[in-house]
């Protein structure tokens, strides 16, 4: 049964949020929730081995832990998690509530907001984004998100990532909340429902979502869709989400429309929001202040059984952090067909653009992908890293005629032997074999 919208309680803000920098994004809207506060994060004691700069935060529903964050003061530092108990030990009518909506889609992401809102509810009161986006089955070390540790481990996708290659220099990124963290114990696992969860994607029409709530940089935890993800790896492909993301902090930044100066506006992860945009809603002075709680961060309870190995493996296929950091570093928004076409009449030129917009066509599952990938493929004769990407990606559609003559002729034209081994190019020549492995 579904529970009732209590408008009063969540409530849609006007404000348009600008999504043309967030290609990871369909689209977001900005709720105020007058909410219960259940669904919290708390700080707790700090580890006797922690480092004084980390602060040690947990989430939890009713009292029981969903997730364990060693969180780094520096933003350039990567921070450790650990997983909690399970939804399974907090009792949560709610999420049971709003699954009907999730695996049944929905028009506009306004839709949503009616079933969602009981689960709305359990969050302390504020401004929060509910953001709809494709989200990678992988904790960001091309490793299979439900395949993560009970204990407190350091994840790169928790912090800005260091770029330095060809074509970066000394560079810090952040990264958009596009990889899962889970929260349901392993051993809840059925793998009847993962397939039929890949007969449903593979249908036309509305897909089914999952529900995730923001950690920090590139990391949200899954409250809702564990099989859908896990369908969604066995495919290859993103798991369709809708994303909770808090109020952070504040900054100030030059508002061009608001002539000249600079507002204070609200950090939603990697959304920015004038304060005027927010309805006359008040806010917190001092969003990052936590609920107090004497007691240590707890083990977390999840990795009870042993994961199948296909899905394991099938973790491996999504980027990592790095990789999806070369979206924000080329600085550019979902590629347009006119965009595209400019940056592959001259590939060299535009490498970090093209680099960024491969990883973008991916996470979507463009159709534009494989086309995009021959053209960068073939750029040159030697190494380079936009070059080794698409080969990465070419590498993974097997079956494809049209890729297999491509990897055929690169054998073809090789001058260096392909057993040089640690070169540049024995990397491509290895990426090309694993074609057909």
Not at 17 to 37: E, I, K, M, Y
Not at 75 to 81: G, K, V
Not at 308 to 332: D, F, H, I, Q, W
Not at 370 to 386: E, F, V
Request: glycine share 8%; net charge negative.
């Amino acid at each position: 049964m579904r529970m009732p919208w209590n408008r009063e309680n969540i409530r849609i803000l006007p404000a348009k949020l600008d999504l043309s920098q967030q290609p990871w994004c369909r689209d977001a809207l900005l709720l105020h929730v007058r909410g219960a506060g259940v669904l919290r994060w708390e700080r707790r004691l700090l580890p006797a081995r922690a480092d004084p700069y980390e602060t040690p935060l947990c989430l939890t529903l009713r009292g029981k832990p969903l997730l364990s964050w060693l969180a780094a003061v520096y933003e350039t530092s990567e921070s450790w998690l650990c997983t909690g108990w399970g939804l399974e030990t907090a009792e949560c009518p709610e999420l049971d509530a709003l699954r009907e909506t999730l695996n049944g889609g929905f028009a506009r992401l306004e839709d949503a907001v009616p079933a969602l809102s009981p689960l709305l509810e359990l969050l302390p009161e504020g401004v929060y984004v509910l953001a709809e986006s494709g989200a990678y089955p992988s904790d960001g070390c091309r490793q299979f998100f439900w395949g993560v540790s009970d204990h407190l481990e350091p994840n790169p996708a928790t912090g800005l990532v260091y770029l330095d290659d060809d074509d970066y220099e000394y560079q810090y990124e952040r990264l958009p909340p596009v990889f899962l963290y889970p929260s349901q114990r392993r051993s809840r696992l059925d793998m009847g429902r993962v397939e039929y969860y890949k007969e449903r994607f593979r249908q036309d029409g509305p897909q089914p979502h999952g529900l995730a709530l923001y950690v920090t940089e590139g990391v949200s935890v899954l409250l809702d869709g564990h099989h859908k993800a896990s369908a969604a790896a066995l495919l290859g492909r993103t798991l369709p989400c809708l994303t909770v993301l808090r109020l952070e902090h504040y900054q100030l930044r030059p508002l061009a429309f608001s002539g000249g100066g600079e507002k204070k506006a609200g950090c939603f992860g990697p959304f920015t929001v004038p304060i005027q945009d927010m309805g006359g809603v008040e806010l917190p002075k001092e969003p990052w202040k936590l609920i107090e709680c004497s007691e240590p961060l707890p083990k977390g309870r999840l990795a009870d059984a042993e994961l199948p190995e296909e899905l394991l493996a099938a973790g491996k296929r999504y980027p990592t952090a790095e990789g999806y950091a070369l979206v924000s570093a080329a600085e550019v928004g979902y590629p347009t067909d006119e965009e595209l076409e400019a940056w592959l009449t001259d590939p060299g030129l535009y490498r970090p653009q093209l680099r960024g917009a491969l990883v973008a066509l991916r996470n979507r599952g463009d159709s534009r992908l494989k086309a995009a990938a021959l053209r960068c493929a073939a750029i040159g004769d030697r190494y380079c890293s936009l070059k080794a990407e698409a080969f990465e990606i070419l590498a993974e559609l097997k079956g494809e005629p049209d890729v297999e003559d491509f990897f055929i002729d690169y054998f073809v034209d090789l001058e260096e032997p392909p057993n040089v081994h640690g070169s540049a190019q024995d990397y491509l020549t290895r990426l090309a074999h694993s074609f057909w492995d």
